[in-house]
Nanobody, 122 residues
Framework: QLQASGGGLVQAGGSLRLSCVVS????????MGWFRQAPGLERGFVGT????????YYAEAVKGRFTISRDNAKNTVYLQMNSLEPEDTAVYYC?????????????????WGQGTKVTVSS
């Protein structure tokens, strides 16, 4: 089970930190990812982190502004979002992948959280 939290309303230029706690299974066995879905659009890739946390990959739209990290002792993955823009408004989902390699595609992920809504006002 994945439980995401930390969303909310923030002004453009502000910051938020999303958290996702994973229960069940062995957290360090999972590649973790963050995706987002804006109204009327498909779910899209935001960032991913490998199992031990030393390899990350980001979508171009968030590179340099968002940082993904994980704490395997706390079964938690984070998404630090800085310099937020109205275009970042979406429901953000965390996801877990039991494979060994990071991935940017929705279909690669095996388990999904319920989503947390982020709204950035201009």
């Amino acid at each position: 089970q994945l439980q995401a939290s930390g969303g909310g309303l923030v002004q453009a230029g502000g910051s938020l930190r999303l958290s996702c706690v994973v229960s069940g299974g062995t957290f360090s066995d999972y590649v973790m990812g963050w995706f987002r879905q804006a109204p009327g659009l498909e779910r899209g890739f935001v960032g991913t982190i490998n199992r031990i946390g030393d390899n990350r990959y980001y979508a171009e739209a968030v590179k340099g502004r968002f940082t993904i990290s994980r704490d395997n002792a706390k079964n938690t993955v984070y998404l630090q979002m800085n310099s937020l823009e109205p275009e970042d408004t979406a429901v953000y989902y965390c996801a877990a992948d039991i494979s060994r390699f990071i991935s940017t595609t929705v279909r690669s992920y095996d388990y999904w959280g319920q989503g947390t809504k982020v709204t950035v006002s201009s």
